[in-house]
T-cell receptor, first 113, second 112 residues
């Protein structure tokens, strides 16, 4: 069974800082990697996803994937108070079971003004 | 854009009671999901459905039933509510596998 671990559990950063969130997974056959963000009391919402090794940038957000290390990360440049939320990483395999997206426990990010 | 509507937002039941949670989506997505979110435990998959009348068990299906009679709706039944399953239940939909999930705001279950 896929195991997905996130670190750190919580993080406090000042406004304007670079924030780095980490996710490790156990299944080397994983093909789809995503980050979701959940503001308090709201629905989780997809931020970014990646399929192949390397880096993908969208605005202030960058996702890095290293399949050999079973690790991917999310970096937030110029962090804003509105970025304060629970960040969930998610992983799925390819093939017939790729409907089963496995989530980590989340990293609670607080950005202080 | 579309929306996922979960009802009720808050559900209070007695231990041993059968309780039903409902979810509607207007994205016209084929796949729908039920996840459970416990504090400190992330999201765990209970059931998913690839198409109308299809049901697939997730990692946490014991103690739950699901029903997908229409493409737009997916319901979850807690067969016998227990105090240790107080959590937020999240419904989601996607176009298909390996695609972005769109979530509803959740149903918070309290068991007395």
């Amino acid at each position: 069974q896929q195991k997905v671990q996130q670190s750190p559990e919580s993080l406090i950063v000042p406004e304007g800082a670079m924030t780095s969130l980490n996710c490790t997974f156990s299944d080397s056959a994983s093909q789809y990697f995503a980050w979701y963000r959940q503001h308090s009391g709201k629905a989780p919402k997809a931020l970014m996803s990646i399929f192949s090794n390397g880096e993908k940038e969208e605005g202030r957000f960058t996702i890095h994937l290293n399949k050999a290390s079973l690790h991917f990360s999310l970096h937030i440049r110029d962090s804003q108070p509105s970025d304060s939320a629970l960040y969930l990483c998610a992983v799925s395999r390819s093939g017939g079971s790729n409907y089963k997206l496995t989530f980590g426990k989340g990293t609670l990010l607080t950005v202080t003004p | 854009g579309g929306i996922i509507t979960q009802t009720p937002k808050f559900l209070i039941g007695q231990e041993g009671q059968k309780l039903t949670l409902k979810c509607q989506q207007n994205f016209n997505h084929d796949t729908m999901y039920w996840y459970r979110q416990d504090s400190g435990k992330g999201l765990r998959l209970i059931y998913y459905s690839i198409t109308e009348n299809d049901l697939q068990k997730g990692d946490l299906s014991e103690g739950y039933d699901a029903s997908r009679e229409k493409k737009s709706s997916f319901s979850l039944t807690v067969t016998s509510a227990q105090k240790n399953e107080m959590a937020v239940f999240l419904c989601a939909s996607s176009i298909g596998g390996g695609e972005t999930l769109y979530f509803g705001s959740g149903t918070r279950l309290t068991v007395l």
